[in-house]
Each structure stands twice: as structure tokens, then as C-alpha cells.
């Protein structure tokens, strides 16, 4: 399974698309991308196609960045879903890195949380609430 970079960005014209051309020459697919800006920092969270090639990019482009494991949760889709099911992260002292919404069916919302401990977020979360099926691979 691909590990989910958060990069550091500068929040202005070009970073993203700089960062994506980057990638793309070295022939490194993005596989899924959510980006956000706040003042003159901004981020992106990303899986792509070659960890340890994205590796290289990001390092070569002087990035700052980190990753972890990426799980797919499923989130009750209802004022406060999300934070009930951060707070099950924050009690098992789960630092969550990023997260991205990558899909919606009826009552339910799938989120991807970057984590920094993997088997405690799945102890934390239960595996009914979590899926591996090909939406971060």
C-alpha cells in the first residue's frame, strides 16, 4: 500500500502545479491529491504510483514533507461523524498528519487519514470502520 505525503507548500501561484509537473517527469503518478492554503503556508496530501521516487522529488525540490500510513475510514456522514472518530484517534494518541474525503454513499462518508501509527489507529478505530480496498493503492 502507498504511503500519503503532506508537503509543504508555498501558498502562492505555481507551488501546486510545480510540484505535479515535478512528479509527472520523473513519470510518478499522483494517485490521489487534496491541497489547502492558509496564509503563506500551504499543503498538499498525496499518494502516488512510487513512494520512494516521490521520496527523491520531494527532497530534490527541498520540500518539507512527511507521510505515514494512509487508512481508509469510514465516517458517520452527520454534523460531528468526524469528530467522533478523531477523537478515538486522540485517545489512543494517534497523531493524524492529513486527511482527504475520497468518497460518499448513503449515511457514510470515507475519509483517508495519514497517521503516524497504523496498528494503534486500527486497534482505536475497529476494522469494521476501515477499508484497504484499492482506494489508496
Known sequence: MSRQ???????????????????????????????AGAGPLGCAFMTTSDDAAARDVLRGLGHPYMEGDPLVVDVEDRPGG?????????????????TMIVGRRQGTAQFVFCVDDAARARAALG???LHHAGVVG
Not at 468526524?82 to 494517534?94: P, S
Open 82 to 98: 468526524l469528530a467522533d472518530r478523531l477523537e478515538q484517534l486522540v485517545a489512543a494518541d494517534v497523531n493524524v498528519l492529513g
Open 5 to 35: 505525503f503532506v508537503v509543504q507548500l508555498e501558498n502562492r501561484p505555481g507551488e501546486l502545479a510545480h510540484l505535479a509537473r515535478a512528479l509527472g517527469t520523473r513519470g510518478i503518478d499522483i494517485r490521489h491529491i487534496a491541497s
Open 127 to 129: 476494522e469494521t470502520a
